[in-house]
């Protein structure tokens, strides 16, 4: 008999997890953990803020195991832990960098050099820079596997508010983008 992984029984893996398991939370971990870093690599915009921020999160997740009711998914939870960890990080982030007073760096020039999908990706980290932040954190969660309700629930607004503020983030990339 096989190990259960999270599509097997969500449920057996908390229980030992809870219990200091390190290999079940590794099980409930691995599932979410890449969705995780997207979402707070979105938010901090730095790959190294990025990776604090999903060290915070597991972290945290670890150690509020027992504080997770299961009335959302597993995964649902985790994201707006995510969510808060990478706004964490990148306020302590702007706090240091006003405090060092950097001067601003000029923008890399996509268009001399860089593959097209590397290109595609500043382009869109851009036109993402451009949308109110929360569209941009609505929108995050929910391509980030969220649901309407599950983005909603964790940005404590209603489920209309959600569907907007997805709506109009779309239709704004699109049209920064350069899309139909």
């Excluded at 569209?135 to 969220?146: F, N, P, R, T």
């Excluded at 909603?152 to 109009?168: D, G, H, K, S």
Aim: charged share 25%.
């Amino acid at each position: 008999m096989s190990a259960p992984t999270v599509g097997d029984d969500e449920n057996i893996l908390l229980g030992a997890a809870r219990a200091g398991d390190a290999e079940a939370f590794r099980r409930l971990w691995a599932p979410v953990e890449r969705r995780a870093f997207g979402l707070c690599l979105h938010l901090t915009d730095n790959r190294a803020d990025a990776l604090d921020a999903l060290q915070e999160t597991q972290i945290a997740v670890w150690r509020n195991l027992g504080r997770f009711e299961g009335r959302a998914p597993f995964a649902a939870w985790v994201m707006v832990i995510a969510r808060n960890s990478a706004r964490s990080v990148a306020r302590r982030v702007r706090a240091a960098r006003e405090d060092l007073l950097f001067p601003e760096v000029e923008p890399v020039d996509v268009e001399s050099g860089f593959d097209e999908t590397v290109a595609g990706l500043v382009d869109l980290r851009r036109a993402l820079a451009t949308l109110p932040a929360s569209h941009k954190e609505a929108l995050l969660l929910w391509a980030g596997g969220l649901t309407y309700e599950q983005t909603a629930a964790a940005l404590q607004v209603p489920l209309n508010t959600v569907r907007v503020w997805i709506f109009r983030a779309r239709k704004a990339l699109r049209e920064t983008l350069g899309r139909p």
